[in-house]
């Protein structure tokens, strides 16, 4: 039970660290970034393969910040010109061009194959010491990340920052410089999805293409106004409360003999569905939201 | 096959996909244009139109007519409930609200349509026709029925928008909400006939993508990304755009293969949209003005 | 008689109030302007009069009917007309388009034709877009517009920003035609001086709130009032076009 | 009790989260043994993994009415995967952790299997699965693993066999991009390159496409007479009708599971010729019409074309033969020698439960032929590959030839 306990507080500090640079882009920003899922897949297999040809996992940590906060450089460049529902869509994009050259790309990533056995840290500590020493990674992770936030959030440049979101115009005639802004807080979540892309490579042990679909980042969006947006709080509770939604339904089904897991498939897609549709409708400003941004 | 024969055949095979892809990007489109926001339940929504057609071949009716029929019909009815009863409280709350919300409508009707039908695949029993060859040119007579339906498809919804009262209504709210509500244009009165029409689209494009495929609860969500790329590259919200930038896609898509290969294919449309984007922020066919 | 009658009104966007304790009314066949400078909130009495703000508190009737129990939508029926600064016509539509999209439009062809004859301009090029039109052509597009649905007031937005001096006089020569046709008039406009040349009354409103009113005339002639609002008579208006 | 015994006996599906209250609603009778169904209900897998649950479910059903295995009953806690590793990793954690079974049946995906394989391993759980990767060998270090599918590999040879043996000179290859359809392509390729054969193209081919129609043509380009395909149901039946419908004249090999009588129907005289590449004695074989009957009887749904649901099937019919032969009491690596026993020669070739429990018990060796074919599993807990060749003919499914692969 224990062991399922954390494995489960694991995945959700996984989400939650995605759902703190969501946050970061469009809480604070008010970037729409719908392709998530692209920076937490390119932290994911640059920490895999650094690791799996032989150099150690600290390396492939920070590589995959590094390249997934250099690789929203472009795109960010591209979401300065573009109206937000164009950039939606654009990072959608971008998310799936990620996968495709995952998957093409083969000599480099093995494409649908997949990389088996990523090396998880702390082997030593044997099977039980081993996961509650990740847990501890992830949640030192995850406060560093939340660290980083408020102090960018709260210092001049998190001032300017919710300026530009405001008002856009009146910044730009102030003479500070909302691109170069908007650039480096995309950089900065984005290196802090490719970190969650590491911690989730080097505990699921194996990454394929197949694990880096747009659902993924709909479900970090969902974290994201459960939780609250533009609340650092939130963005706990609300992976929290998505893993929770995700995972109970196991439990849900157990407790109602009759009801086969093929169905609970179903119903669990629905009360998903369901779910995000009530929490738009009537509590859009998250559990922990103190301002309607929407 | 000598070399451009060859290539014409991609064509041909770009177009057949495009239309299908346009399709679904007109129903995004037609939302867009007078809701403002990309509705995520569109894919969805064409699944739905496939299985009611299925349940009428089920009754061992076998006109595609009438199968056709009941998609239209059932997905009209579904996309004017999921108005009614969810994104028209929405209005006004911005672009990521619809979009969430319309994402939360997809899965939670793909969710009670799988509860339901299952996880197996249906089949839609239409004949099979040897193609028609001109000049080496296989032209199949179902890409022509489909080709035929695509196109009353879009005459219809360009008949509705422009040479009726409620077509005008939307293009008015298309272009100025709140001058049309000022123009005492009740947003209801054209929101129930809009989504009506999406819904008559997503079932005509539901079959077609039921007939061409296999129908799958997952089937219509797949067709979402690349629908999602040719309403941006038509211009937001621009109809002749959307379905033209659909086309355009399917036969760069089918025109690359021999260059890129099967998979990168899948992530052209938005590499393609990438680029025109970084040249022209409005989209291909979008004009200048900037709303906002 | 009083058509319009605003109470102590506020209204605003979010948590702001950009105006709040307005007083203001029209009565028929009456032109009354609003002046104020830019950012004072002018724009934002003709939206919360057409129901068009987020928020609005206060109270507001027209022709003794409850307006805030009316959507936006449905003031039209009760006579109002509007003219917004920018944005004031369908631009994808063409003319006849424009005309025919409004609501509640007793006998089109007639009152089309009655436009038609006051806007001739607009007769020749009625299949044309309206984007198409110049700034003056498409400001009589947007007042015929206005005008279809036999208004009882229409209240205009700055209706002649980004004109040209002599378009400036023609849009103004029509507004002074409009209360012989029973219309009146709720102008908001940065001209001050022009605008209520051809007023009967006029609010001046400074960062929200009025804080003079009186017969047009009167404020004309008040010193302290030219010097503060209404800029030299001859120094040529600049509008940037935000609220 | 035995009224709350039969209703779980009914649904199979057994209050996973209340494990001490059962046990204590149990006092007196021994504790049942909780296995996992961990199948792709939703997901690429979902075409098949919803009847392999029911499978499981229905073998667990006939298992437990016939008195249970090693003196205990089965109970069954079933899962989705959604095809996906890291639910699967979060349900194989819940069933080895808070269920507490002792075996994990039913896995298809390879993504899936190297996923959950590890911790099933550093468990000592059983794991049964039918992904084709060769890579779970690395992973099976206790040798608790069993395959019960030939690896994709040997599918893609059993298909160019099928070709070669047909007498087609010139094959082009098509091939679902997955770890699977990747490996039956690399097993066609070898095969046909020893023969000597021309490969006139191969082609990779992205799933949930709308349309086929310019990888079709890729395939077809250089005019080669048969079609080797790497695929799963949907695609293929997408494929072939595209294929028939251009009028191009080619013939098709194919994996059966890819092929449905319903497709079958739905595609009408023009896959007549369609060769269907299987195992040895999955079909044609009584344990399998047997099985087929006994299942639509009961759940309604008609397994032909899903060799995974037979696959399910003989997952937990092997594993209650395997704890039947061990005896009661034992421990999962005396389950395991069971299972390798009981599943191959030699032995009295048994097809049911029942017979099977009541042979072990008057002291006789069986062999468990299994309705998805003979099983026979290798030291590397692989099923015996042995394959055949059907051929589809008037819309029907017929026996071909034996490949001798």
Known sequence: MLSYLIAILIVTGIYALLTQALNFHYGFMGLINFGHVGFFAIGAYTSALLTLSGHSIALGFVAAIVLAALSACPLGLLALRLREDYLAIVTLGFAEIVRVVIVSEDWLT?????????????????????EIAYLGLVVACNVLAAALIARLAYSPFGRLIEAIRDDETAISTLGKYPAGAKLRVFMVGAGIAGLAGALYAHYITYVVPDQFVPLVTFYVWMAMILGGVGSLPGSFIGAAILVALLEGTRFIRDLLPGVMEIQMASVRIFLIGVGLVLFVLLRPQGVMGLRVRT | MNGSLFYLNLVMNGL????VIGLAALALTLVFAVARFPNAATGDLMTVGAYAGIGVQALNVRSVIVQGAAAILACSVLAIGQYWFVLRYLRGRGLVSLLLASIGLALATRGALSFFVGQDQYLFNTPIMRPYVIAGLRVQVVDLWLAVASLVCVTATFAMLFLTPVGRRMRAIADNAELARASGIRMQRVMIPLWAAVGAICGVAGMILGIKTVVLPEAGWHILLPAFAAMVLGGLGNPIGAVVAGILLGVVQELSTPFVGFTYKIALSFIVLAVILTVRPQGLFGSAEVVR | MTLLRLTNVEAGYGDVNIVSGIDLDVSDDEIVTVAGTNGAGKSTIVKATMGLTPRCAGTMTFGGVDLRRRPAEDRIRLGLGYVPQIANVFMTLTILENLKVVECVSDFTARCAEMFDLFPILATRRHAKASALSGGERQQLAIARALMPRPKLI?????TAALSPALVAQVFDIITQLPKMGVAVLIVEQRARQSLAISDRGYILDSGRIVMNGKASDLLADARMAELYLGREDE???????? | MILNRRTLLKTAAVAGAM???????????AEPFRVGALNPVTGAGSPYGSSMQKAILFAVKEINAAGGAGGQTLEVVAEDDQTSPEPAVLAAKKLVEVNKVRAVLGTWASGVALAVSPIFDAAGIIHTTVAGTSGLAAVNKKGFAFRFAGTSEGIGRSLADGALEEGFKRAS?????NASGREMLQGAKSVLQKAGREIVAEVIYEPNQPSYRSEIQAALAKQPEVLIMGSFLPDLTIILREVLQSGADVKFVVP??????????????????VLLADYESALGSDAYASFKQRFKTDSGIDISGNHYASCAYDMAMTLALGMEAAGAGADNAAIVKAMHQISGPPGKAVSSFATGKELIKSGQKINYEGASGPLDFDDGGNAKPIYKLMIVKDGKINQHRILKL
């Open chain 3, 155 to 159: 209240a205009l937005d700055e209706p």
């Open chain 4, 19 to 29: 494990p001490a209250l059962m046990r204590t609603q149990g006092a007196g009778a």
């Open chain 4, 256 to 273: 059966a599971w890819a092929v449905t009588p319903k497709s079958i129907e739905a595609l009408g005289a023009a896959t007549d010729g």
């Open chain 3, 236 to 243: 040529p208006s600049v509008d940037t076009g935000t609220p």
């Open chain 1, 110 to 130: 093995r494409g649908t194959q997949g990389l088996a056995n990523v090396p998880r840290p702390f082997a030593s500590l044997g099977a039980s010491g081993q």
């Open chain 2, 16 to 19: 057949v996909q495009g239309l």
């Open chain 4, 173 to 177: 290859i098509m091939a679902f991009n």
